[in-house]
């Protein structure tokens, strides 16, 4: 009995994360949706994998390799040749690390900076489409769950004043 107590109190528990998980799901087809079109005029010089570490570096500002393959999730050898490429699209420069000439830091050139501006704006309007289509009384209770669901996943939060700055 306790067993199958045990069993019918998880499947209970797992429930509303199950429902929770896919709603989450559908939303990101939605966003991924967003973002792909945001990057069809700029494809031929970044993909949307590489955009992802131009808006880390517009985020968190210039990082170790090491450092910002650990936020992207990725090995350092994926994150360093993203950055080569992202070095001859002129993205990204990499320069000596003023505490400690061994290591180098990753940054935006004016490039990189403009273009993740140009998308986020892009993007940014087709997500005011999106949200201004919700219903005004739902819409408090998205930002406090998505602020929450950016929380768990350490992702640095856009501000309304810096929301033209960043974006993924």
Do not use: C, Y
Request: hydrophobic content about 45%.
């Amino acid at each position: 009995m306790a067993g199958s107590r045990t069993s019918s109190a998880n499947a209970s528990t797992d429930e509303p994360v199950d429902e929770l998980v896919a709603a989450v799901l559908t939303a990101s087809r939605v966003l991924v949706g967003i973002s792909a079109r945001s990057l069809a005029g700029v494809e031929e010089s970044v993909t949307l994998t590489q955009f992802r570490m131009l808006v880390v570096l517009e985020g968190h500002g210039p990082s170790r390799l090491n450092r910002l393959a650990e936020r992207l999730e990725v090995t350092a050898s994926t994150a360093l040749r993203m950055v080569d490429r992202l070095i001859a699209a002129g993205l990204v420069d990499r320069r000596e690390n003023e505490q400690d000439r061994r290591e180098v830091v990753i940054d935006l050139t004016a490039a990189g900076r403009s273009l993740v501006r140009k998308v986020t704006r892009v993007r940014r309007t087709a997500i005011e489409r999106v949200v201004r289509a919700m219903p005004v009384t739902r819409r408090r209770e998205l930002v406090r769950a998505l602020e929450s669901f950016a929380t768990a996943a350490d992702e640095p939060a856009v501000v309304a004043e810096a929301a033209g700055r960043l974006g993924w």
